[in-house]
């Protein structure tokens, strides 16, 4: 019989349904039963692609054993961190906080009232002489929680203040003005001059690192930045982290090389790579870059986007019970369906072997199957093979065609159906800018926002966080209003359609109302979500940007487009909260320092007024102008929400006007003057 995750939406959660553990999902019926049962709580936090949660479920969850203990002293609660963000990131604080380190599984064990006294990630069911096993863990707390419970109280009474001491903490100091300067510094020292990417391994791609280094050559032009930038991308693009037969990336790299990755693809790192291959082919033209962009959107386009538009979350590492079956391939299987007669040149282009290059990650043996990846960029390698660029992209494409209808037939990886506001933001930013590759990427941004905006967002104008089979739930967080925000301003940059600007700003104002912190910054909760040990307030970027950081961004870009000032304020005092964080660590909050530089720099503000806008707009956009921002006036919509517009007559042909610090220049009525005004 399954238990009561047979009636949640979300896939992870349901994957547990048949666990014989009697799992709860997070809620008040969990906690109530723990209080009457006088039982602690262990909770158990994942998601639907994490390779070690699928390996704890097998060696512990599924087992008779394991489930008998847990049913007769504990009440399990299983938590999808996707769908409770919230919820993972307390307890995440509390396992970095007591054990130094964290990850998924995430394995919590706390009071009736939720406060916790022992955390850690991943347990294999019997120990070792290096690790606990989660056989004696349980004994060993289930015997303390009957014999010894002040010390287990007493513990979690310490952990909760300090929780609370590390959650309230703002400061009232200003970013020096050098921060930049510092970041750019510290990213050097960290950048891997061989590979790219910073930092050892296990490596993640961390866009929003890229995005800053790009903006830090357009200010000061440091040949270096954009030199750290392309190396990265580029090894990124020719490793294993990146799918040469479906295109996409995979999460990370367990190796310094991006040769072996973590299988499972993510929708917010296609988002975010997105955003950074399309900036890096804005200021280099590089085709390995736009290639890169034009392959993530056919893979978005075919494999995760949802018949209503919005785009599905993410899809497993593990087929048939095995970590990157799907992706791997046999030097028997490749010859068998590209050809004996063109092996060999395969063997150079992607570097397999009879033996296999696949090691297993713990044991270091070898698999017999083959990752795919290049050593050198496809000019390079037709030059070194002898042959013409076009003929050997021609053979890798007839091969790739050959090897993806082959891979069809296999059992393919869980998809993660359910559809995030916050992620589906990410994605709509993501599409729009690379728009000026190709115009029809703005139409699936397009249809992904009007999904959101019609399904996710409330009659009262506050967004809910999650779609799944036909219904929209769970209050939305902090990274819902930020990033949708994020996404809506690029989408009305591309498209110049007012209502996705209006949107934007309406989000902000629900997002300032229900989510700011008097002391500064915004919490990650709203202020009528549900009432947990401590109200988080999230800053560090981490895999992806925190919800603070693309808030300070979207409010020094809408106070510089509306001249509303509030906005400019929010911002600056959002950053003064983190700033103690932000200078000792750097790195760790490239985004907000983005939003920062962009807050600081002077740039220009475009204004087209007239109904024939798109060759201008298009025109400004092929750009990169990381400082700009665009505003179309080609009627009175926009008028209320930014007075200054009422001053400009619209006529058929359009007129630009390039404005600093409020104050415009003369109008530009010929389009072929304004590469020469735009300097």
């Not at 530089?597 to 201008?616: C, E, L, Q, R, S």
Request: aromatic share 12%.
């Amino acid at each position: 019989m399954p238990n009561r995750l047979i009636n949640e939406k979300s896939p992870y959660l349901r994957q547990h349904a048949y666990n014989s553990v009697d799992w709860y999902p997070w809620g008040e019926e969990a906690f109530e039963k723990a209080k009457e049962e006088d039982k602690p709580i262990f909770l158990s936090i994942g998601y639907s692609t994490c390779h070690w949660c699928h390996v704890m479920e097998k060696e512990s969850f599924e087992d008779e054993e394991i489930a008998e203990i847990l049913n007769k002293h504990f009440v399990s609660i299983k938590v999808d961190r996707e769908e409770r963000p919230d919820v993972d990131s307390i307890y995440m604080n509390v396992c970095m906080m007591m054990t130094g380190r964290g990850g998924w599984p995430l394995t919590i064990f706390m009071t009736p009232d939720k406060k916790p006294f022992y955390a850690g990630t991943y347990f294999p069911k019997e120990g070792s002489y290096t690790r606990i096993g989660l056989k004696e863990l349980l004994l060993n707390i289930a015997k303390l929680w009957k014999e010894d419970r002040t010390k287990l109280l007493e513990r979690a009474d310490k952990v909760l203040n300090h929780l609370k001491e590390y959650s309230e903490t703002t400061s009232k100091d200003s970013v020096p003005p050098n921060i930049t300067e510092n970041l750019y510094e510290t990213l050097k020292d960290m950048f891997d001059p061989y590979y790219g990417g910073f930092g050892r391994r296990p490596k993640f791609p961390v866009s929003h690192n890229l995005m800053f280094l790009m903006r830090y050559y357009y200010k000061t032009k440091r040949q270096n930045a954009i030199d750290m930038v392309k190396h990265t991308l580029t090894q990124m693009r020719l490793g294993g982290i990146y799918d040469h037969i479906g295109y996409g990336f995979h999460r990370y790299s367990t190796d310094e090389r991006w040769f072996l990755p973590h299988f499972e693809k993510m929708l917010y790192d296609q988002a975010m790579l997105m955003i950074a291959y399309t900036e890096a082919f804005q200021i280099t033209g590089e085709n390995l870059y736009k290639e890169t962009v034009q392959q993530i959107a056919e893979y978005l386009q075919r494999d995760m986007l949802s018949q209503e538009g919005g785009f599905y979350s993410a899809e497993d590492a593990d087929s048939e019970g095995e970590e990157g079956k799907f992706y791997v391939w046999s030097y028997e299987e490749i010859e068998k369906i590209i050809g004996k007669e063109d092996l060999k040149l395969f063997e150079k282009v992607f570097n397999i072997t009879p033996e296999g290059n696949y090691r297993e990650e713990h044991t270091g043996k070898l698999t017999g199957k083959n990752i795919l990846y290049l050593k050198k960029t496809v000019p390079e390698l037709a030059e070194e093979l002898g042959i013409s660029e076009n003929q050997l992209k021609e053979k890798i494409n007839i091969w790739r065609e050959k090897l993806f209808t082959k891979r069809e037939n296999r059992v393919h990886p869980l998809k993660d159906t359910k559809i995030l506001t916050d992620w589906n933001g990410l994605v709509i930013a993501a599409l729009s800018k690379a728009s000026v590759i190709n115009p029809e990427y703005a139409q699936l941004a397009k249809k992904a926002a009007d999904f959101v905006l019609k399904t996710m967002k409330k009659s009262d104008g506050t967004l809910l966080h999650r779609y799944k089979d036909g219904e929209a739930e769970i209050d939305g967080f902090l990274s819902d209003y930020a990033f949708l925000v994020w996404g809506l301003t690029e989408l009305y940059q591309a498209m110049a359609e007012e209502k996705y600007l209006i949107e934007a700003i309406n989000l902000t104002e629900t997002m300032i109302k229900h989510f700011w912190d008097e002391k500064g910054g915004f919490f990650d909760t709203p202020d009528f979500g549900e009432n947990l040990i401590v109200r988080p307030k999230e800053s560090y970027d981490g895999a992806i940007p925190s919800g603070n950081s693309v808030a300070v961004y979207n409010l020094y870009r809408l106070f510089r487009m509306t001249g509303d000032f509030r906005y400019r304020d929010y911002a600056a005092k959002t950053i003064e909260a983190f700033s103690s964080k932000i200078k000792s660590i750097p790195a760790g909050y490239s985004m907000m320092i983005l939003g920062y530089d962009f807050g600081n720099n002077k740039g220009k503000d475009i204004v087209i007024a007239g109904k024939d806008y798109k060759k201008a707009l298009e025109k400004i956009n092929q750009r990169f102008m990381p400082y700009s921002t665009i505003l179309v006036k080609k009627g009175n919509i926009l008028d209320e929400k930014i007075p200054f517009l009422k001053q400009l007559t619209v006529k058929e042909n359009p007129a630009v006007y390039i404005c600093e610090d409020f104050t415009c220049g003369l109008p530009i009525t010929e389009i072929s003057q304004l590469d020469e005004k735009l300097g």
